[in-house]
């Protein structure tokens, strides 16, 4: 932490200020709040300058008001990242439903984190079919997110399942992102109780991509589709006609009522 307080010392020599004009600025600070605790004393100033001792919340909010700092930069320096903290909430799952309160104007400056995002796609891609939408990604830019700040976008895979693309409705909607794990590529053949446990799988074959759940039958791969599509499965000869990209562990679903699957005769 000595760096900080070396960040905190700089920060007041620029404005030309003696610790005992930071002492008596506090203590304005302390009355005007009506609280001591902003009130900071020449000795506890010299200790977080020279000693790395870390301010609290209060003492910290005098000296960003005293040197003019945004709050969010000065954690930073202590080691405390608010564009962090949705991420790393998410790390963590309360077993109760409960509201999200991580709004753009919690955190100041902290809301302006950015995140990789693929700002620019091949202008060829059919979105009417179910692409491997990663090989698609011409440009990545930079966008202020922060619900999803921390995570590597730019390194999962990620495939779009096509406007026209009924399989497997209802479970997958069509038009909707699918967060794909390259790693999970083996075929999982039993483990599940429901159709939300069965693991569906990212393929690839001649005519494109399809995602599915899977069985294997001797050299038989068999896309499964979802009963409510009322499509019938497809065989492909494994791995000879279709390959597994991965499995998929995330989706974005796009709900749209206006739009209906094709009757089937």
């Known amino acids: 932490m000595d760096d900080a307080g070396q960040k905190l010392k700089r920060s007041r020599e620029r404005l030309g200020l003696r610790y005992r004009d930071v002492e008596e600025f506090s203590q304005r600070i302390a009355e005007r709040q009506k609280n001591s605790e902003f009130s900071i004393a020449i000795s506890r100033l010299s200790d977080m300058e020279n000693r790395g001792v870390v301010p609290n919340i209060y003492k910290l909010y005098s000296l960003c008001t005293i040197y003019r700092l945004d709050v969010s930069d000065v954690l930073q320096w202590y080691g405390v990242d608010l564009a962090g903290l949705a991420a790393d ?13 991580f709004g753009p104007d919690s955190y100041g400056a902290a809301s302006e984190g950015h995140v990789q995002v693929p700002i620019s796609l091949d202008p060829g891609i059919d979105l009417t079919k179910t692409t491997f939408l990663s090989r698609f990604i011409q440009a990545w830019g930079m ?17 779009f399942i096509g406007v026209d693309d009924w399989f497997m409705y209802p479970l997958l909607q069509p038009g909707s992102l699918v967060l794909l794990d390259e790693s999970r590529r083996k075929v999982q053949s039993s483990g599940w109780s429901n ?18 759940w899977c069985s294997l039958d001797g050299d038989q791969l068999i896309a ?3 009963p409510a599509s009322e499509l019938a499965p497809l065989v492909f000869k494994h791995p000879g006609e279709i390959e597994v990209v991965g499995r998929v562990m995330g989706v974005a679903n796009r709900f749209d009522p206006t739009r209906r699957p094709p009757t089937r005769s």
Do not use: N
């Not at 966008?143 to 495939?159: E, F, N, S």
């Not at 939300?196 to 001649?206: G, K, M, Q, S, V």
């Open 224 to 226: 499964v589709p979802h």
């Open 195 to 212: 159709e939300f446990d069965r693991p569906i799988y990212f393929l690839e074959h001649r005519e494109g991509w399809i995602c599915s």
């Open 89 to 101: 909430a998410a790390q963590i799952a309360p077993d109760r439903t409960h509201l999200i309160g």
């Open 143 to 159: 966008l202020p997110l922060m619900l999803v700040a921390g995570l590597d976008l730019k390194g999962h895979r990620y495939g």
